[in-house]
Nanobody
Framework: QVHLVESGGGSVQAGASLRLSCAAS????????MGWSRQAPGKEREFLAA????????KYADSVKGRFTISRDNAKKTVYLQMNNLQPEDTATYYC???????????WGQGTQVTVSP
């Protein structure tokens, strides 16, 4: 079992930046992949980015390429999401996700709210 704890959400104005953090604990190994997903009210859940914790290989959804950057500290089993030039459409609950040796993300954090006002 892997436990994920997010932090760093908040309320900002359009154009601002935020950095989300997520720390993993429990039964992790070198196959750990961590990432971020979000869900806005009335919308489908959207994958944003992921990174392999061993080699740090990132992957992004097209919708956030160039604005969001994922990074990790493997020693701390922590992943970060730097979000720049936030817009009202980025308002959502952001979830940390993780998988180990599977295709689907089996582990989810409790979510952190990001609200962007015009």
């Amino acid at each position: 079992q892997v436990h994920l704890v997010e932090s760093g959400g908040g309320s900002v104005q359009a154009g601002a930046s935020l950095r989300l953090s997520c720390a993993a604990s429990g039964r992790t190994n070198n196959e750990l992949v961590m990432g971020w997903s979000r869900q806005a009210p009335g919308k489908e859940r959207e994958f944003l980015a992921a990174i392999t914790m061993d080699y740090g290989t990132p992957k992004y959804a097209d919708s956030v390429k160039g604005r969001f950057t994922i990074s990790r500290d493997n020693a701390k089993k922590t992943v970060y999401l730097q979000m720049n030039n936030l817009q009202p459409e980025d308002t959502a609950t952001y979830y940390c996700v993780a998988r180990i040796g599977t295709v689907q993300y089996d582990y989810w954090g409790q979510g952190t709210q990001v609200t962007v006002s015009p």
